[in-house]
């Protein structure tokens, strides 16, 4: 049976012109709808979160960068997305817009507007909220046997503690540079699991660099490919991506090859690869018209959930949008730039403020953009 492409078929049924004018009337009803966005009533609460796994942008380390990377494998567990010039927006919290189809779209005619941009390296700076786990044991002092390291069972070290930490990169065809584990931070959950964590001896907490609280520089040899499956795009493949005709057949070729739909990403649905994606493109070194094609194809899948405003860590405000019933991933997006604030994992609810035990995870985005020296 021949598969039927969603993308097309939309297209298709809408003529050139009238895609046009939809567009444009989102983008000049977009202060209406965010008028409406403060008067509607509240979204009830959701169900709990469906934790999954999230892909890093970066794969096909060399030796060197898989080393360095291996030190991330110790949390309890991690999340990963990626990447907004700092910019606060300010809206109260409120309801859900009327539509995420139409948040979505309005978002697509923003982006395209964007001015492009070229650069030698691709910038990210963004912050982490993740769970950590303890150890048994600290770390041996310089010129000692070292100690074994051990993490605490399970029941020992659920004491609610969460490690965010602060990460700058870039990014270019074949180099790389990362200064992470900055402004390092440790919260719990609880005031009871401060207290059992004291109880135990307040034994040495994992960060981005074993139980160090320093911020640690690394200078890569490495090729970049991005995409949350087993098939990805080069840093070519994303320079030649011009269309969103041309995203939209890469993305059905890659899913339709993709060999364990449900291993990779818990779901067969193509919607949930697209949102995964879309995750991915917002924060990639991809053109305006790229960015603007992701919300698109995103806009036309089945089982997106608007939540409505929320606000993330360091005080921004954006509109969050979740597939899964809004108790999978979700991405917050700032309404007035069509940029991405943070992605995360958990459940979310209208007007709240998120809060590192409330989500399961969270990367906010604090800056991105192209620079022509490795280090600014």
Same mark, same amino acid.
């Given at each position: 049976?021949?598969?039927?492409?969603?993308?097309?078929?939309?297209?298709?049924?809408?003529?050139?012109?009238?895609?046009?004018?939809?567009?444009?009337?989102?983008?000049?009803?977009?202060?209406?709808?965010?008028?409406?966005?403060?008067?509607?009533?509240?979204?009830?609460?959701?169900?709990?979160?469906? +934790?999954? $796994?999230?892909?890093?942008? /970066? =794969?096909? *380390? @060399?030796?060197? !960068? %898989?080393?360095?990377?291996?030190?991330? #494998?110790?949390?309890?567990?991690?999340?990963?997305?990626?990447?907004?010039?700092?910019?606060?927006?300010?809206?109260?919290?409120?309801?859900?817009?009327?539509?995420?189809?139409?948040?979505?779209?309005?978002?697509?005619?923003?982006?395209?507007?964007?001015?492009?941009?070229?650069?030698?390296?691709?910038?990210? +700076?963004? $912050?982490?909220?993740?769970? /950590? =786990?303890? *150890? @048994?044991?600290? !770390? %041996?002092?310089?010129?000692?046997?070292? #100690?074994?390291?051990?993490?605490?069972?399970?029941?020992?070290?659920?004491?609610?503690?969460?490690?965010?930490?602060?990460?700058?990169?870039?990014?270019?065809?074949?180099?790389?540079?990362?200064?992470?584990?900055?402004?390092?931070?440790?919260?719990?959950?609880?005031?009871?699991?401060?207290?059992?964590?004291?109880?135990?001896?307040?034994?040495?907490?994992?960060?981005?660099?074993?139980?160090?609280?320093?911020?640690?520089?690394?200078?890569?040899?490495?090729?970049?490919?991005?995409?949350?499956?087993?098939?990805?795009?080069?840093?070519?493949?994303?320079?030649?991506?011009?269309?969103?005709?041309?995203?939209?057949?890469?993305?059905?070729?890659?899913?339709?090859?993709?060999?364990?739909?449900?291993?990779?990403?818990?779901?067969?649905?193509?919607?949930?690869?697209?949102?995964?994606?879309?995750?991915?493109?917002?924060?990639?070194?991809?053109?305006?018209?790229?960015?603007?094609?992701?919300?698109?194809?995103?806009?036309?899948?089945?089982?997106?959930?608007?939540?409505?405003?929320?606000?993330?860590?360091?005080?921004?405000?954006?509109?969050?949008?979740?597939?899964?019933?809004?108790?999978?991933?979700?991405?917050?997006?700032?309404?007035?730039?069509?940029?991405?604030?943070?992605?995360?994992?958990?459940?979310?609810?209208?007007?709240?403020?998120?809060?590192?035990?409330?989500?399961?995870?969270?990367?906010?985005?604090?800056?991105?953009?192209?620079?022509?020296?490795?280090?600014?």
């Amino acid at each position: 049976m021949r598969q039927i492409d969603e993308m097309k078929l939309v297209t298709d049924l809408e003529p050139a012109t009238l895609t046009i004018m939809a567009e444009d009337g989102y983008a000049r009803r977009r202060d209406h709808d965010l008028a409406r966005i403060r008067t509607l009533a509240d979204t009830p609460a959701r169900s709990a979160p469906r +934790r999954r $796994r999230v892909t890093s942008i /970066t =794969a096909g *380390l @060399t030796a060197t !960068a %898989a080393a360095a990377a291996a030190v991330a #494998a110790v949390l309890a567990q991690a999340t990963s997305p990626r990447p907004v010039t700092h910019h606060h927006t300010a809206m109260p919290a409120v309801a859900a817009p009327v539509s995420a189809r139409g948040f979505l779209l309005t978002s697509a005619v923003q982006a395209a507007r964007t001015p492009a941009a070229s650069g030698i390296y691709w910038y990210i +700076r963004t $912050r982490d909220y993740t769970t /950590t =786990a303890a *150890l @048994t044991e600290p !770390a %041996a002092p310089p010129g000692s046997t070292p #100690a074994k390291k051990k993490i605490l069972p399970k029941q020992q070290d659920d004491f609610g503690a969460r490690l965010a930490h602060s990460e700058d990169s870039w990014m270019g065809r074949d180099r790389a540079r990362t200064v992470t584990n900055e402004n390092v931070a440790i919260t719990f959950a609880t005031p009871a699991g401060e207290a059992a964590w004291k109880a135990a001896g307040s034994p040495p907490l994992l960060t981005a660099s074993g139980t160090s609280h320093q911020p640690v520089t690394s200078d890569y040899q490495m090729s970049f490919h991005w995409g949350p499956g087993s098939a990805q795009f080069t840093w070519d493949d994303l320079l030649r991506l011009r269309t969103a005709e041309q995203l939209d057949g890469a993305l059905r070729r890659m899913w339709d090859r993709e060999p364990d739909k449900y291993g990779q990403f818990g779901s067969t649905s193509y919607g949930e690869y697209i949102f995964e994606w879309t995750g991915q493109l917002l924060t990639a070194p991809v053109r305006p018209a790229i960015r603007a094609a992701i919300y698109r194809l995103l806009a036309v899948q089945p089982g997106l959930i608007d939540v409505g405003t929320v606000t993330v860590p360091d005080g921004r405000s954006g509109i969050g949008v979740a597939m899964s019933g809004g108790a999978g991933d979700f991405l917050v997006i700032d309404p007035a730039t069509a940029q991405a604030i943070a992605w995360g994992t958990g459940i979310l609810h209208q007007g709240e403020t998120i809060t590192p035990a409330s989500v399961s995870g969270l990367e906010e985005y604090h800056a991105m953009g192209w620079t022509r020296q490795l280090g600014r």
